[in-house]
């Protein structure tokens, strides 16, 4: 069974920093794009980054300059380090990737996959 397990949230001061780590697992043949998005409670999720196979990596307007993806694709797994975390930051992030895995011996296919969500919670 494929799956996508976060760790790393918690509780942090303002301008504090936390990572976050997401590790894929199961019958993977490639992994595409992997990101992280968040969601405060009574909204919608939302994007924070992205980062394809090759290294580009995309990132919300409230990312830019304070939050930088990464990952590593020998241990399919993607980060997200978080700095300068400020009070709006507290949410609950979830990681999520475009996985191609194994179904049986001779198919594959590809899906889309989340993660169960970390809190991140910035306060004093």
């Known amino acids: 069974q494929v799956q996508l397990v976060e760790s790393g949230g918690g509780l942090v001061q303002p301008g504090g920093s936390l990572r976050l780590s997401c590790a894929a697992s199961?019958?993977?043949?490639?992994?595409?794009?992997m990101g992280w998005y968040r969601q405060e409670p009574e909204k919608q999720r939302e994007l924070v980054a992205t980062i394809t196979s090759g290294g580009d990596t995309n990132y919300a307007d409230s990312a830019k300059g304070r939050f930088t993806v990464s990952r590593d694709n020998a241990k399919n797994t993607v980060y997200l380090q978080m700095n300068s975390l400020k009070p709006e930051d507290t949410a609950v992030y979830y990681c999520?990737?475009?996985?191609?895995?194994?179904?049986?011996?001779?198919?594959?296919?590809?899906?889309?996959?989340w993660g169960q969500g970390t809190q991140v919670t910035v306060s004093s």
């Open positions: 199961g019958r993977i043949v490639s992994i595409n794009a």
């Open positions: 999520n990737a475009d996985m191609v895995s194994w179904i049986s011996p001779w198919s594959r296919r590809e899906r889309n996959y």
